[in-house]
């Protein structure tokens, strides 16, 4: 059989993409650097080194917005310098292998379908050959990638917290029982750890410093200890580059309104779950993906909000791609994947 197998997790800050035999070939910052309106300059983590930092004439966009993509053209582009490598700059290589491949793509359940054929369009009207291309529910292949057994009849709640998006499905016997798609995730914590150290220290920070500080210093569970970290930026009433000393408790408390949004939407899905599927979880807890579950705490945080146990994977970010890669070396996973046809949204 044909190695050119691919499955495609576009998520709002990274790409991944696995590569069938191969494993995950693709782990980049889901951006892509344009100028003249539509030529590519650079692509993946070497755009992301030109965000916040690029000339007007330069303009650094990040496709996927929510989960859902934002800009297709500009996602569309990226997709195929990945497979088709490009005008030769550096850094867009590609993977050299666009012709005839079979594309596994992973799609959020709580979007609309309008939403959700876009995905596929953006393979079908790329220029890449494509012998076929499938849609996996996102939180399916999540939650294989994340080692839990999807196929039997028992309830499995697994919650993806990601950059733009958090996930929070329940899934019995290879299907999704219900899922819920917030707007909250990394990068609204990293925005409100912008706000508050503009309000507290009056210092504008871009977003890269206000990730920086949120890695340094965040915790799902407020600290007693206080630990600090230096954080660059400019004055906002002298208007000159300044740097500030932040603590890790204006950083818990910039983000305990979102986190505390996160754990409402959990405990709604946990009070709509049916009686014996809330048996299961009771018995096997929570499973959480996605690489905001890095957080310090934050496991403890849901922990003892909803009494039930947690189980944290290796590798967080990258538990969908992994899903999508033992749909595509399994065959027992094949009904996983569906045509457009065959899924529910045509
Ligand atoms: N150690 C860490 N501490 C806190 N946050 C982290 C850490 N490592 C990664 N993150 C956050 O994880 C997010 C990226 O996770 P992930 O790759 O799962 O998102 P995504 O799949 O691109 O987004 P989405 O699923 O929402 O579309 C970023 O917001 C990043 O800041
Ligand atoms: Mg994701």
Known sequence: MSEKVYGIDMGTNSIKIYQKSAGVIVHQKNM???????????????????????????????????????????????????????????????????????????????????????????????????RKILLVEK???????????????????????????????????????????????GTKFDEAIQQAVK???????????????KKELASGIREEEERTYEATGRNLITGLPNRVTVTNHLIFDAMSEHMASIIDAIKFILEKTPPELSMDIMHDGVCMTGGSTNIKNLDLLIQ????????????????????????????????LASTLQESSFQ
């Open 32 to 130: 892509i650097a344009m100028v003249k309106k539509d030529e590519p300059l650079a692509l993946g983590d070497e755009a992301y080194s030109m965000y916040e930092k690029a000339p007007k004439n330069i303009s650094v966009k990040k496709p996927i917005v929510n989960g859902v993509i934002a800009d297709f053209t500009a996602m569309q582009i990226m997709i195929q310098l990945y497979f088709r490598g490009s005008r030769g700059r550096k850094g867009m290589e590609g993977l050299n292998s666009g012709g005839n491949a079979e594309f596994l793509i992973a799609v959020p359940h709580d979007i609309t379908d309008v939403e959700k054929r876009a995905f596929y369009d953006l393979i079908a009207s790329s220029s890449l050959k494509s």
């Open 139 to 185: 939180p399916i292949a999540d939650a294989l990638g994340a080692g839990l057994n999807v196929m039997d009849a028992t309830g499995r709640l697994i919650v993806n917290i990601g950059a733009d998006t958090t996930e929070i499905s329940l899934i019995s016997l290879g299907g999704i029982v219900q899922s819920r798609l917030l707007k909250i995730g």
């Open 199 to 213: 309000k507290t220290h009056n210092l504008v920070i871009g977003m890269k410093s206000a990730e920086r500080l």
């Open 304 to 335: 003892q909000e909803t009494g039930l146990s947690i189980m944290k994977v290796e590798e967080p970010e990258l538990s969908v791609a992994k899903g999508l890669g033992m749909i595509m070396e399994n065959p027992e996973y094949e009904r």
